[in-house]
């Protein structure tokens, strides 16, 4: 497998008022004089937004936002509305910026993509395995072939996933600093929420620029 490298959520504004919605707690001091202690502020783990919102676990999708380094969750609602349900930093490849062009370039794949599988992972927690190359990516990839784009002698590449960081390395997610080889990395602990979500060949995934 290819070498592979943060969580603040957003709830549809309907449910701003109610329990579901973060508890902002700020606290007020009696004193003019004394400091008020800082804005208490929960946020709840996506498997309770799922409950409490009665939203159907097969709707839940990802879309990775590269230029932002934003891993978002969106689902719809029983009415039907698409919602964000929440969002987590996340790296990318060593080289960011751009559509992986083949093997070994470090750059993590844009465009929609399903899953082929995922497992726990002895180095990165877990590895969920992204379906790269897809039928589009190896459209664009002969396309650049043909144009002269692709270096003699390089494959499209593989083995593409979302992971997350050796026990104790979250401050790697922390420090924004892209190191994958064009993997999508988390926090372990947003590795672990979104895993039971994923479902090989149906669950969707948007990575833009």
């Known amino acids: 497998m290819k070498s592979a490298a943060p ?11 109610c329990q579901d919605a973060p508890s902002v707690v700020p606290a007020v001091a009696e004193d003019p004089h004394v400091a008020a202690p800082p804005v208490v502020v929960r946020i709840r783990p996506l498997g309770v937004l799922v409950d409490s919102l009665r939203i159907n676990a097969a709707t839940v999708r990802f879309h990775v936002d590269k230029s932002e380094r934003r891993f978002e969750v969106h689902a719809k609602l029983p009415s039907g509305r698409d919602t964000l349900l929440k969002t987590y930093p996340c790296v990318l490849g060593e080289k960011p910026v751009g559509d992986k062009f083949h093997q070994g370039d470090r ?103």
């Not at 190359?133 to 664009?140: C, D, L, T």
């Not at 002269?148 to 924004?176: F, R």
């Not at 190191?179 to 039971?196: Q, R, S």
């Open 107 to 209: 750059k993590t794949p844009e465009g929609t993509f399903s899953f082929r599988s995922k497992r726990v992972h002895n180095d990165w927690h877990k590895f969920i395995w992204v379906d790269y190359p897809n039928a589009e990516s190896w459209k664009r990839y002969k396309a650049r072939h043909q144009q002269g784009l692709i270096p003699a002698g390089k494959d499209i590449g593989g083995e593409i996933g979302i992971h997350g960081v050796p026990e104790g390395y979250d401050h790697w997610i922390d420090a924004g600093q892209d190191w994958t080889w064009g993997c999508i990395a988390l926090k372990n602990a947003d590795v672990d929420e979104i895993y039971p979500y994923i479902t090989a060949g149906k669950t969707k995934m948007d990575v833009v620029p």
């Open 7 to 17: 969580c603040l959520f957003l709830l549809f504004p309907l449910f701003a008022a």
